[in-house]
């Protein structure tokens, strides 16, 4: 059945695209996870690309050349991204979406290159991906440490001068410590306090007294949510009343069930915005495109990276650069594309330039509020 | 000094639970000379079983809250005491002749099965206690304010170490486990029923350690399929920090280690606390071997 159903998928596909390719259409691959563990992100991916896709072709295209887009699947494997890569290059594309894991992209990323493919990935976080200096490679989300850039940044525009710096020696929290400790050297604020804690206990009140003592005006504390919410029903127990800040680990609806909502009340967190909180014109009006579509919003940001990957595109083709160099070339310089999660941009090495992080606040009621943009 | 004295109350108040976690430990050893590696994972289960009757069954909504905590304890300690006797009627008991090391292993298996056991029928994720339990008072001791449910965990640990004391040293039930303790097969000469005075070891001991878990749930809310784990360890040291078997032992021990812990988050780094705490175990026990307050054993000739 499952067979019968991919083959009568293929059969429609190509009696559509035997239909559209008369003209001498530009050719889109877009490779994501449709099956495997990541496979309800590569739907979201997909439907996305194939909104947008669809919308510019229902517009005659761009400058009259229509998008044809062939759709590969990864598996979420970097074995099988290895295979969908060379098909896609085979099937003669200019430019590639894609894809979700940082392993499943590396693994891509070299054939792509050298068919002189552009790639624009759209999840794969990992640093080292742009540090290879690929001409043709790009990502529209973060790279790893692109949040210890933006919570220096949160701090400066807040204006705290004396900070308390906690960790809890994971990986991931021990980086985004010094990551940030390394962002806001030479600018003037102080890190007072630097230590971690030890994840999974109950009692942080030594840790928090010792805090006090060094009198910071300010906590950020990068680990994970169970911790984050003992430290904000510890240091509400003690009377002590300092703003605390998180990272995208404290995202997690139980951090004030564990807090209790009068301790969470105004701590804030960093965080890529939830798809319904994106606040921009243009993501208003692509959610409501989606919703209208598809009867559900996409389920996280990721797969709507991909709709500011096809953006990109879009824009390349807009300023009449069709062949994958050029395109490469005009993404490298590129500024202030109105992409659907914020103004996009590229540097030299691909990543993307733009802020993408956001400042969520708890709310009297423990709600997640998304603080705007000033 | 005001930095001092704080950091001693946070590790008293640590300290507390050890000290209750490290009575269930101290009481099997004492008898059995068997480590329960279970006993952690029990005291998990009574947390676990704690939130269920107050979340689940409505006790909380339904009674005022002081006696939905206080039947719920009762209730707890019991079906944990149960767990605990089955415990040792599966895991222990069919390895008695088999020498230590069996039933060391048979004890971290144990743990093993209920840490799983937690996590395949509750889940993984976090579970939050309700808050209107917690008793949100703040008492002022010579100048320091202290929040109330801390000097009520101290109090409980006191408290139901006193009362074992007196149990084993005033009863016949007491006495009875003591003879046990020093030498079985003389015990059962005697006329002492070895099987049943086990049992109940293992009644009391994991009762306690329900107890335990409740007590953590209301005062840090937090509770897990792995805290077992983690309490079970440092209260397994203060057990041995005081003198394994020993029960005002583990009362000292548990105290200690509470506040050699908070002081070396205060005078050294946070991070280096349990390896300092370890360290200072480490030089306690090539001073003093058996631990701080010695077992007391009749000389085997």
Redesign the interface.
């Known amino acids: 059945m499952k067979k019968f159903s991919t083959a009568a998928l293929a059969l429609t596909l190509a009696l559509a695209l035997c239909g559209t390719s008369l003209a001498a259409d530009f050719k889109l691959g877009l490779m994501c996870p449709q099956t495997g563990k990541w496979a309800s992100e590569g739907m979201d991916m997909k439907n996305v690309v194939m909104l947008l896709v669809d919308n510019v072709n229902k517009q005659g295209g761009i400058n009259g050349q229509k998008i044809e887009l062939i759709i590969e699947d990864d598996a979420g494997d970097p074995r099988s991204a290895a295979l969908a890569a060379q098909k896609l290059a085979s099937s003669e594309v200019t430019a590639v979406i894609g894809t979700y894991g940082s392993a499943v992209t590396e693994a891509s990323q070299n054939i792509y290159d050298e068919s002189e493919i552009v790639q624009i990935a759209t999840g794969s976080t990992s640093i080292r991906l742009t540090e290879k200096g690929l001409r043709y490679f790009f990502r529209t989300c973060p790279r790893d440490d692109a949040q210890g850039l933006a919570a220096a940044a949160v701090i400066k525009k807040k204006g705290f001068k004396n900070i308390a710096l906690v960790h809890d020696n994971s990986s991931y929290a021990k980086g985004l410590a010094e990551e940030t400790r390394d962002a806001l050297k030479g600018s003037g604020v102080n890190i007072v306090f630097y230590d971690a804690l030890t994840p999974g206990e109950r009692d942080y009140t030594a840790t928090l007294t010792k805090m006090k003592a060094a009198n910071p005006d300010f906590i950020f504390f990068t680990g994970y949510y169970p911790e984050t919410g003992m430290l904000l029903r510890q240091k509400k127990e003690m009377g002590w009343n300092v703003p605390m800040m998180g990272g995208d680990a404290a995202n997690h609806a139980d951090l004030v069930k564990i807090a209790g909502p009068d301790a969470a009340a105004g701590y804030f967190f960093l965080s890529p915005p939830l798809p319904q909180d994106m606040d921009t014109e243009a993501a208003k009006a692509f959610l409501a495109d989606f919703k209208a579509t598809y009867k559900s919003l996409p389920v996280s940001v990721w797969g709507v990276m991909a709709g500011d990957a096809f953006v990109a595109i879009e824009a390349a083709l807009k300023a009449g650069k069709t062949t994958s160099a050029d395109i490469a070339d005009f993404l490298h310089n590129a500024k202030d594309l109105p992409a659907i999660t914020g103004t996009m941009g590229f540097d030299k090495k691909g990543d993307r330039v733009g802020d993408f992080y956001r400042v969520y606040v708890v709310d009297k009621t423990g709600a997640f509020k998304l603080e705007p943009k000033n | 000094m005001e930095?001092f004295v704080?950091?001693l109350l946070?590790?008293l108040?640590?300290g507390g639970i050890y000290a209750l976690v490290a009575l269930g430990y101290t009481m099997v050893y004492g008898v059995l000379k068997l480590i329960n590696f279970a006993h952690g994972d029990l005291f998990a289960v009574g947390a676990y079983l704690g939130l269920t009757l107050l979340v689940s069954c409505h006790l909380g909504q339904t009674l005022p809250p002081f006696f939905a905590v206080l039947l719920v304890f009762v209730l707890v300690a019991l079906m944990v005491a149960l767990v605990g006797y089955l415990l040792e009627r599966v895991a222990y008991r069919p390895l008695r002749g088999a020498g230590r090391l069996s039933a060391v292993v048979s004890a971290l298996g144990a743990s093993i099965f209920f840490e799983n056991a937690l996590m395949l029928i509750y889940g993984a994720?976090?579970f939050?206690y309700p808050?209107f339990l917690r008793p949100d008072f703040t008492v002022t001791l010579f100048g320091y304010?202290i929040?109330g449910m801390r000097l009520l965990v101290i109090a409980v640990s006191v408290v139901l170490m006193i009362a074992l004391q007196i149990f084993m040293l005033r009863t016949k039930v007491g006495a009875a486990m003591r003879a046990v303790a020093i030498d079985q097969g003389a015990a059962r000469l005697m006329g002492i029923n070895v099987n049943r005075i086990i049992s109940l070891v293992f009644l009391i001991g994991p009762g306690l350690g329900g107890a335990a878990g409740i007590l953590?749930g209301i005062y840090?809310?937090?509770i897990?399929f792995?805290?077992g784990w983690?309490y079970g360890l440092k209260a397994f040291t203060a057990a041995i920090l005081g003198g394994i078997g020993n029960i005002p032992g583990a009362m000292v021990g548990g105290l200690l280690l509470g506040v050699v812990?908070?002081m070396a988050?205060?005078y050294f780094?946070?991070?280096w606390?349990?390896a300092v705490a370890f360290f200072v175990l480490i030089l306690i026990l090539i001073v003093r071997p058996t631990g701080f307050l010695c077992e007391r054993t009749a000389d085997k000739l």
């Open positions: 930095f704080q950091q946070n590790g108040a640590v994720r976090v939050v808050d304010q929040p953590v840090y809310g937090q897990d792995l805290m983690s812990e908070a988050s205060a780094a946070v991070a606390k349990d």
